[in-house]
Structure formats: structure tokens, C-alpha cells
């Protein structure tokens, strides 16, 4: 295991003894759903930057796998929509983070009387290699985990994430992104790295990094402020700012002319007829707003009609549209 991934593991297996509530702090408020009871214990170890829990991946019981368990609070939360036996995957290779949520499911079992633990199958393993047949997985998600990864790991992990997922399944992650320089010496801090700070890439970069592994469709849905590093506290002459994104990437074949994008942009037609449509397969309605991804966008941008707007990226899409 490289030096940085095993100051990871060492750091959350603190974490797992001792909740350290201050360590990560999600961006995106706890889901309030009826009849769903979060213990406490598990907010306290909820060690991610957003979430990766959406009703609309999680229709007709799909088959869900999380990576990097944590307190177990998104595995309670997938549950809450799939209720089967082992209907839910949860991945860590840090024992004593599995035996920390192990004993939360115990005290959520006693919380919710829908729930049972046995929905829960954790499973010790690396999400460099993932004890996980093919092609087996409705839905993959991990929070605030693969920033931790240097390039080439990335690239492992986001491999298995495709590799088990089945056709059309989802990679749905939260992770925190920088869109400025990261200095090298910050880049290089083990510690640093393994509190989901200095890790962060540009979003360009992580999107890229999903698309080149194989990914057709990606949905930026979210993109929050999230941390600061300022020179009071980093040997830096400016403050660094830290954005957290929601990502779902779809297992979708890749198109011949590249990946649909979206980022929240939408086309709006305005002329004089009922609609307009570009005969490759996009029909915008008289001053309807169609959700369309960036490639669309700029193919529709370029006809330079003046009865045709097209919106910049809002970073937020929650479905909808066409590419």
C-alpha cells in the first residue's frame, strides 16, 4: 500500500474509534425522510462533502454498492429505498471503520422498525479492487473518498467502478474539487491529502477523469463552497478556495462525436413558430427551457440564431432534457 493511502487508513481508523465530528462536513443538508431515525453516532462519523443518496437512482430496488463506509449513515440512507436483504453494499478496508458501523446498524435497527442490519452486507475490500462480480451493480457511489487518490489510483478506482457496474448503472459520487493552483509541497501532504483538502483537481479534470474511463453520460448536479485554505494558516500568498461536486456518471455507450455533459445549461427558444427543431433530434417548444447538455449547447450555439438562448452552466441538473 503507497505511503499516503496508508496515512489514510491510519487516520480513519481513528476516526472510527473516536467520531471526530470536525473532520469532514458535508455540504448538503442530512436527509429528513419519514420514519428514518439517523443515530447520533452515525452524524458524527459522517465523513463526506455531500451526498450520494437521490431517490430518482434509487427506483425499483436496484442493487447498491458504497465505498468507504464511514458511520454507515448513506448505507441506512440507501436502505431506506431498497429494504432487501443485502440489497446494499458497503466496501472499507479499515476493520475497525466496518466494526463501527457494524455496531451503528445495530442502534439504527433498534431506531427504525422497517429497518433490519441484514439489508446491509459490509464487506471488507479495496476500492482499488473490489470484491465485486461484474457487471453485478445498479448504482455505485462514494462521498469524499476519491479525492484522497493520487492519478494513477484514480484511474484503478474509477476501472472497478465501471467494471461492476451493470449496463446503464451509476456512479454516483461527492467529492471536493479546485479549480486554482494547488502547490506541490500541499499536494504531496499525506495528511493533508487524507482530509479530502490538498487532493482536489480541477472539476475539468474529474470529469475527464470519469469519461476517459469509459463513462457516456455525466450529471454535475451540484457544486458547493466547501473549505478555504488561507495564507494565516498555509505557507500560500492567496486563500485557495475548495468547492465540493455531486457527480453521477452513467454507464452509457460513448457517443461517436464524445461524452454528453451536463452542467445544469438549457436552451430556450423564443422565435416566432411553435418550435424548432434541429433535425438531430433536439425540439425546443415556444419559451420552454430544455435541459441540454454541453455539447448540445454549444452545436445549438452555433447556428447563431438571435430567437435561441442558451444559458450559461448553473453546475446543478437533476434530470430532464436531451443530448
Not at 196 to 225: N, Q
Not at 275 to 300: E, R, S
Amino acid at each position: 500500500m503507497s505511503n499516503y493511502l496508508q496515512t489514510t487508513k491510519e487516520l480513519y481508523k481513528d476516526a472510527a474509534i473516536t467520531p471526530d465530528v470536525g473532520l469532514c462536513c458535508t455540504t448538503s443538508p442530512i436527509w429528513q425522510l419519514p420514519g428514518l431515525s439517523i443515530p447520533n453516532k452515525m452524524q458524527q462519523m459522517n465523513y463526506g462533502c455531500g451526498t450520494t443518496v437521490h431517490p430518482r437512482d434509487l427506483a425499483n430496488n436496484p442493487k447498491v454498492l458504497y465505498v468507504g463506509v464511514g458511520g454507515g449513515m448513506e448505507l441506512l440512507q440507501f436502505s431506506y429505498f431498497n429494504r432487501q436483504i443485502q440489497g446494499v453494499i458497503g466496501v472499507d478496508v479499515v476493520d475497525e471503520m466496518l466494526k463501527a458501523s457494524a455496531q451503528n446498524f445495530v442502534k439504527a435497527e433498534e431506531e427504525n422498525d422497517w429497518f433490519q442490519k441484514d439489508f446491509i452486507d459490509l464487506r471488507k475490500g479495496d476500492a482499488l479492487n473490489l470484491p465485486i462480480e461484474d457487471n453485478s451493480v445498479d448504482v455505485a457511489a462514494q462521498n469524499c473518498l476519491f479525492n484522497i487518490f493520487k492519478a494513477d489510483d484514480l484511474k484503478k478506482a474509477l476501472d472497478e467502478m465501471f467494471r461492476v457496474l451493470k449496463p446503464h448503472g451509476r456512479l454516483v459520487m461527492s467529492d471536493p474539487i479546485c479549480n486554482q493552483f494547488m502547490p506541490k509541497y500541499l499536494r504531496e501532504d499525506e495528511k493533508l491529502r487524507a482530509l479530502c483538502l490538498s487532493g482536489a483537481i480541477p472539476m475539468d479534470d474529474y470529469i475527464k477523469m470519469l469519461t476517459d474511463a469509459g463513462f457516456g453520460t455525466i450529471e454535475v448536479r451540484a457544486k458547493r463552497p466547501y473549505r478555504i485554505l488561507s495564507p494565516n494558516h498555509y505557507d500560500i500568498d492567496h486563500n485557495i478556495i475548495i468547492e465540493s461536486l455531486e457527480v453521477a456518471a452513467i454507464k452509457d455507450p460513448m457517443p461517436e462525436d464524445g461524452p454528453c455533459i451536463f452542467t445544469g445549461k438549457a436552451a430556450i427558444f423564443y422565435g416566432n413558430d411553435e418550435y424548432f427543431d434541429d433535425k438531430k433530434g433536439h425540439v425546443l417548444m415556444q419559451n420552454q427551457p430544455l435541459a441540454v447538455c454541453d455539447k448540445t449547447a454549444a452545436a445549438l450555439a452555433s447556428l447563431q440564431r438571435d430567437d435561441i438562448h442558451i444559458t450559461d452552466s448553473t453546475y446543478f441538473y437533476d434530470g430532464g432534457g436531451c443530448c
